[in-house]
């Protein structure tokens, strides 16, 4: 089964910016829509955007529209997402995986350890 790693989170003032990576290994990772997920303390997974295989079509949760944006690698095997304006309630561990819509598409991997990314105010 394919293997998930993200990279790229740390600690940022409120404002602030960072760009989170996912390198995927294992399968064929160009087939298939991936996404960014996050979770915070207390609260369920939730989406936060996801991009088709071709890299020709991205979609967003309210919440991070206008401020973060998913682009992909298919020779890398790797996703981004660039965050600006970063606020306190982005404060979360963020995952990646493969998508259908805005559900994580278990078939493709399982989740990684995933990278901490907390915001101060």
């Known amino acids: 089964q394919v293997q998930l790693v993200e990279s790229g989170g740390g600690l940022v003032q409120a404002g602030g910016s960072l760009r989170l990576s996912c390198a995927a290994s294992g399968r064929t990772f160009s087939r298939y829509a991936m996404g960014w997920f996050r979770q915070a303390p207390g609260k369920e997974r939730e989406f936060v955007a996801a991009i088709n295989w071709s890299g020709t079509n991205t979609w967003y949760s309210d919440s991070v529209k206008g401020r973060f944006t998913i682009s992909r690698d298919n020779a890398k095997n790797t996703v981004y997402l660039q965050m600006i304006s970063l606020k306190p309630e982005d404060t979360a561990v963020y995952y990646c995986?493969?998508?259908?819509?805005?559900?994580?598409?278990?078939?493709?991997?399982?989740w990684g350890q995933g990278t901490q990314v907390t915001v101060s105010s």
């Open positions: 995986n493969a998508v259908i819509g805005t559900h994580a598409n278990l078939d493709f991997g399982s």
